[in-house]
């Protein structure tokens, strides 16, 4: 078989263990880590997808090695913990039977210990302990590990080195990156000893060779050991790539793959983990940079989901492993895709960040564009109905589609409608949008595995009652998705207004200044874009904040680009629009105009209620989901429309 990517796709062996692939399953963490840091059984379930999906490597994130300088809520390996050993096996077993290898990420959070802990006063009330005696910006104050703590903390890399290759792990990535413990002797910003641990690069580096040789003595010579590390850290005070070459020199003879990463803790989470504001691959440079300069297989990650820009990675030599985390929570059977040249199939992550601000939130797992993700213990597989049935599908949005292509998976006859000449919904929207381009993309995606599914689909097709009784369906979907929002404000259906659904459509009338009406999540990535074209952006808002809408995660990186780029007028009202701007009131009823010849009202979204009213006695299974049932998320609607469709 001819493979489309090459390289991508070529086995790599390191230390005697060959990987079938060069597409790794980056470190993520659990969903369901019990009091005592083990791995509980949905945790398990989660790094296995990724295993069936044909990653070459699936690293598990993170065992803390020493609880009693570091008590985040993470996994522990510790033989006086009932099932710990046990749990980590079953782990690895579940990843090595797929053909991946399993990989156990060893970390020590330092400065930062409890970071994952639910009850941050409990955080709080912990010791910190650091290279140095500091106090966080936070507040919190920090203690410098002493000589006798520093050799127990490196002991206990060892000893659980150990029992994680007992386990069954076949490599282990040691954290050094990202503001962790190794990292912050690593950094001159952390680290102000003046011990052999401190000063030089050298001294700074000490502690990571004596790590690294504790984990070498506790597994031999032929298992791999892989060494995590910010090839930049991106703050002043930190350090730049120059330094990050020098440190890789100097620990090249202690590992056997360099796993470039970039950034540090609190200060740059949209880089480590690249934001849709960034470019695909924007840290790949420190890695190429870095592979100058070492002999050892250098690895690399950040927002890559594209087999294309992958494959050019490899084939050019700026890395030898590409890493991905976000990308294989999207599509877990991206590599099994990219191996089969059906790279066609895959759902791109759209880099929402709703992975990891449920994490935070509720300490779950859910993705946008897959209904499985932290479900994985309740099977990947759609099964066959037992009994044929013809399901109407009202709407083709994303939800409508996931549900259509689910319920043709279970063997059900299955129309699509879509009144529109476009499948997408609110997602047509995005296309002019560059960095919300690929969730225009999604459709495609989604259309292509529902018709080859065997899903019919009509479009400039309206579902009526009197169409819906023709049909004679068993069952109906309805995703018929809202309407804008658009209030009784005098001059709002003026030829300068645009509304924020429109805007792919009439981009062209928008001039030089404009008036953003609503700082949802919708008029604030609008004014965004708008912003970087170098037009002069006002948002509106009634509220006294912009994207209360947004999650957690993409929230401050949408307000920092705001920031750059947009006027923001918090807490007014608008009273008229004139072809000069919006007239307002503040609270007080105070007048205050906000000048721009073009307006884009972004005011929110209406569910179609009288749509689903219609529907809803016109056949025996109804289910309504999206937009349609509450002005919610595409995470929602698609989450909604897999279950609707299983339900049938």
């Known amino acids: ?14 230390a005697g263990v060959t990987f079938k692939n060069r597409m790794f399953s980056a470190p993520m963490g659990g969903t369901d880590i019990t009091n005592d840091g083990c791995i509980g059984p949905k945790s398990t379930a989660f790094y296995e997808l990724r295993a069936k999906g044909g990653a070459g490597a ?13 008590g985040s809520h993470a996994y522990h390996l510790d033989p006086s913990i009932l099932n710990s050993l046990a749990c980590a096996t079953y782990t690895a077993d579940a990843i090595r039977r797929h053909g991946s290898m399993p990989s156990l990420e060893l970390s020590h959070s330092g400065m930062y210990a409890g970071t994952y802990m639910t009850d941050k006063s409990k955080q709080k009330s912990m010791n910190q302990w650091g290279p140095s005696d500091t106090v966080r910006p936070d507040g919190v104050e920090v203690k410098a590990l002493t000589k006798d703590m520093i050799d127990d903390i490196v002991k206990s890399y060892g000893d659980v080195a150990a029992m994680a290759k007992r386990a069954g792990f076949e490599m282990l990535m040691i954290h050094g990156g990202h503001g962790w413990l190794i990292n912050q002797f ?5 680290n102000k000893r003046t011990d052999e641990y401190g000063g030089s690069l050298e001294n700074r580096c000490r502690f990571a060779k004596e790590v690294l040789t504790s984990v070498r003595n506790a597994v031999g010579p032929r298992f791999p050991i892989e060494f995590r590390m910010s090839g930049s850290e991106f703050f002043d005070e ?12 100097q620990l090249e003879s202690y590992v056997d793959i360099l796993h470039v990463s970039a950034g540090t803790y609190q200060r740059t989470f949209g880089i480590t983990h690249p934001s849709m504001f960034e470019e695909h691959g924007r840290n790949v440079y420190l890695a190429a940079e870095i592979k100058k300069h070492v002999s050892v297989p250098v690895a690399t990650l950040g927002g890559l989901n594209d087999p294309a820009q992958m494959e050019e990675i490899i084939a050019s030599g700026k890395a030898d492993i590409v890493y991905m985390g976000r990308a294989l929570l999207a599509d877990p059977y991206l590599p099994e895709k990219v191996m089969q040249n059906r790279d066609d199939e895959i759902v791109r992550c759209l880099r929402c960040f709703t992975c990891m601000a449920e994490r935070a939130a509720t300490s779950t797992r859910r993705c946008t564009v897959n209904p499985i993700i932290g479900r994985e213990i309740e099977g990947d597989e759609v099964t066959k109905a037992p009994v044929k049935k013809k399901v109407l599908v009202a709407g083709g949005g994303p939800g409508g589609l996931y549900a259509a292509y689910t319920a043709a998976r279970r063997g059900h006859e299955v129309i699509l409608c879509e009144k529109e000449s476009e499948l997408g919904g609110i997602l047509k929207s995005e296309q ?4 919300k381009y690929e969730m225009y993309q999604l459709t495609g995606t989604y259309e292509k595995l529902a018709r080859e599914a065997g899903v019919e689909i009509r479009l400039n097709t309206e579902v009526t009652k009197e169409y819906a009784l023709a ?5 109906i979907i309805i995703a018929v998705g809202s309407s804008p929002l658009v209030p009784p404000i005098p001059g ?12 792919y459509k009439e981009k062209d009338k928008v001039g030089d200044e404009v008036v953003i009406l609503g700082g949802g999540l919708a008029g604030s990535e609008c004014a965004i874009h708008l912003g970087r074209e170098g037009k002069k952006v006002s948002i509106v808002e009634m509220r006294d904040s912009l994207a209360p809408d947004a999650n957690v995660r993409h929230r401050p990186l ?22 000069e701007g919006v007239e307002c009131a503040d609270k007080d009823g105070n007048a205050v105009f906000v000048k721009g010849s073009s307006v884009i009202c972004a005011l929110g979204q209406r569910s179609r209620t009288n749509v689903v009213e219609e529907l809803r006695d016109c056949a025996p299974f109804v289910r309504v989901i999206g937009d349609a049932a509450k002005v919610s998320t595409i995470t929602n609607a698609v989450y909604w429309g897999y279950h609707a469709a299983l339900d049938i």
């Open 1 to 14: 078989m001819e493979r489309k990517y090459p390289h991508l796709s070529s086995p790599i062996t390191v």
């Open 432 to 435: 002019a949008i560059p960095f």
């Open 492 to 503: 709002l259906d003026g030829e300068n207004v645009v509304i924020v659904n429109n805007y």
């Open 558 to 579: 949408l307000l920092q680009q705001i920031d750059k780029y947009v006027d923001v007028h918090t807490g007014l009202k608008a009273v008229k629009v004139t072809a």
């Open 186 to 190: 690593l950094s001159p910003f952390f």
């Open 58 to 70: 699936v690293t598990v994130s993170e065992c803390m090695v020493h609880p009693q300088t570091d």
């Open 238 to 249: 930190g350090y730049g790539i120059e330094e990050g070459v020098e440190i890789a020199k």
């Open 471 to 475: 049909e004679n369906a068993d069952a």
